[in-house]
């Protein structure tokens, strides 16, 4: 049986498992990146809005609001450095009665908590000159917002792993784990191969709460067991001309940000994600959510007719509240509490974790320092 050895492990190569693997490679050396399937970031990180979030909506004092904020620097930087698409196109979110600017108003206190000191209150006249088609009794503009293209990010990391010496390999399935006192033993395609890692950081998106489990971790006790939450998109034809992302006031809970308008790097407009717990991955988009996705949207954009929506794509947020739960936090954590020393886990990667993933890797960089003495 072929053996293989590494100081350090990263499983998956989504744009977190690969923002961390370039962020390790800059100080130690001896690092393998796993991934099961044929190629980087072919689940959620090429599922989603790509849009780099400001910091507007997580609880205060959380790893959702610290990384998007300190994320966001970070990324603009790399885009502008590596040359990777994107636009700071900026955000409206839009208030359609009196009960709802009272609710924006709210998330304009919560932001600034954050540390979001840039949003900016419109009233409806100006709201309709920047955006005509637009309705609104009143909005906040969030400048810092934009929109990235998540797949270049995703090569440069990649390369930038590689080049720095990481050692990625694809259709490698992780398959189990077991710690035997000073390093892991990870068994790969159901034992075709095995590698031994003294470290093994643990970013495999909806997986990461199975892959924790290998280790003898309690889901239930830990409360890492994740609730997939399935969000789909339709597109608009013909395009409704809009220049900012529009989104609604969120709806309570948090479950998701509301049925928004994203906008992408060539200009495509596309509504979603909607909000819909799921027992299984089925990347399909129901046709049937038609009538929703044009009741949601002619809140804001009363304009657009019911035919011009076609079903586009969807993504599964790894979550860790189930619906109507109060929200979670990223889990970003070394294990030796559990008695698995130099295991990271991150579970519950969701939105912002494309905006937060350069912070997210620097945290685990920090994580693992002191153990690599
Ligand atoms: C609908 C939707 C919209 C979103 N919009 C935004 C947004 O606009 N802005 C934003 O900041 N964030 C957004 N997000 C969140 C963002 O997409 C995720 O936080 C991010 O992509 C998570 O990346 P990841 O690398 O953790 O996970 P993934 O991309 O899922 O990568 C995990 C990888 O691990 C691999 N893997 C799993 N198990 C194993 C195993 N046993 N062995 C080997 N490999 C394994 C998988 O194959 C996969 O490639 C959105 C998410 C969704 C679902």
Known sequence: ????????????????????????????????????????????????????????????????????????????DACEKRGIPHRRIGKLIVATSPEEEEALWALQGKAERNGVDDLLRLSDKVIRSLEPSVFATAGLLSPSTGIIDSHSLMRSLLVGSTDNGVTAVFRSCLTAARFDGDRYDLEINDGEYHVASRVVVNSAGLQSDRVAAMTGIDLERERYRLKPCKGSYFSMSPSPGIRHLVYPVPAPKHEGLGVHATIDLGGRVRFGPDVEYVDSI????????????????????????RESLSPDMCGIRPKLQGPGEDIRDFVIREESRLGLPRWVNLIGIESPGLTACLAIARRVANLIAPVMD
């Not at 609001?65 to 966001?72: I, P, Q, R, V, Y």
């Not at 399909?284 to 009538?291: A, F, I, M, P, S």
């Open 1 to 76: 049986m072929e053996r293989h050895s590494f100081d350090i492990t990263v499983i998956g190569a989504g744009v977190v498992g690969l923002a961390i693997a370039e962020e390790l490679s800059r100080h130690f050396k001896g690092i393998l990146l796993l991934e099961k399937n044929e190629s980087h970031g072919q689940e959620t990180s090429s599922r989603n809005s790509e849009v780099i979030h400001a910091g507007i909506y997580y609880p205060e004092g959380s790893l959702k609001a610290s990384l998007c904020l300190e994320g966001k620097s970070l990324l603009y």
């Open 282 to 305: 089925d990347y399909r988009v129901d046709e049937g959510k038609r009538d929703a996705f044009h009741e949601s949207i002619l809140k804001y954009l009363p304009g657009i007719s």
